[in-house]
């Protein structure tokens, strides 16, 4: 963490940061049931797409406990009330994060006043080089509303394994510790006001397609 970061997190509550992390800790350290030899962890229901698609089963609720680029402790209940747009990447991605990134603030752009029920989100994958710095200033050269988050390698594991996100250290033969590169699942979700998974939004989809998709989103809460 840098000393700025530092200093902006002196300023929050210790106590729900330390709870928060031994917590998520002790969920990283759990064997799933294939480890133990017993039944696969029942799956997920669908990711629903559009208002009204709806299964009749409970959607996901991602959780997730991280630190934004300004140091401050965030959870998703941060963020109730709005709908949030995630991304995962790292600052060192050379094309896939830069244009998510560039996609969110063009949907923002064309949301309008709109934008302000909308929350982008922008998870590092890559804690051991994205500080919190070095993450704020990466996002904030998109837009100053998009949010950075990041924090120890286990909970950005917990945050991925909430939103399926798969991710992964790549290294060519003889690099030297520092010089790597990170695979990872690309794509933006959408998560509702209520904290559910409402839909994932596929890599490369149009941004015309993905503000309509949350314009109807945004007009079923409405109604």
């Known amino acids: 963490m840098t000393t700025?970061?530092?200093?902006?997190?002196?300023?929050?509550?210790r106590r729900r940061w330390l709870l928060g992390l031994?917590?998520?800790?002790?969920l990283a350290a759990a064997p799933?049931?294939?480890?133990q030899?017993?039944?696969?962890?029942?799956?997920?229901?669908?990711?629903?797409?559009?208002?009204?698609?709806?299964?009749?089963?409970?959607r996901a609720v991602p959780r997730w406990l991280l630190q934004a680029s300004n140091g401050r402790t965030v959870t998703p209940e941060d963020y109730r009330g709005r709908f949030q747009l995630v991304s995962f990447?790292?600052?060192?991605?050379?094309?896939?994060?830069?244009?998510?990134?560039?996609?969110m603030q063009q949907v923002l752009a064309a949301l309008g006043p709109r934008a302000s029920q909308v929350q982008p989100l922008f998870v590092s994958?890559?804690?051991?080089?994205?500080?919190?710095?070095?993450?704020g200033a990466y996002t904030a050269a998109f837009d100053p509303r998009i949010v950075g988050l990041t924090g120890p390698a286990a909970l950005v594991e917990r945050a991925a394994q909430a939103f399926k996100v798969r991710y992964d250290k790549v290294r060519e033969p003889g690099a030297a510790p520092g010089i790597y590169t990170m695979d990872h699942t690309a794509g933006l979700f959408?998560?509702?006001?209520?904290?559910?998974?409402l839909s994932r939004i596929g890599y490369g989809t149009p941004v015309a397609a993905i503000v309509a998709r949350i314009q109807r989103w945004i007009d079923a809460a409405e109604r």
Not at 39 to 51: C, D, G, K, T
Not at 190 to 197: H, K, S, T
């Open 89 to 103: 990447g790292f600052v060192s991605c050379p094309d896939v994060c830069p244009t998510t990134l560039l996609e």
């Open 22 to 26: 031994a917590s998520m800790a002790t």
């Open 125 to 135: 994958v890559d804690p051991e080089r994205d500080t919190l710095a070095v993450l």
């Open 32 to 35: 799933t049931a294939r480890a």
């Open 190 to 197: 959408l998560v509702g006001p209520d904290g559910q998974l």
């Open 37 to 58: 030899g017993g039944a696969l962890p029942p799956v997920r229901p669908p990711i629903v797409l559009e208002p009204g698609d709806e299964t009749g089963l409970p």
């Open 4 to 13: 700025a970061g530092t200093a902006a997190a002196r300023d929050l509550p």
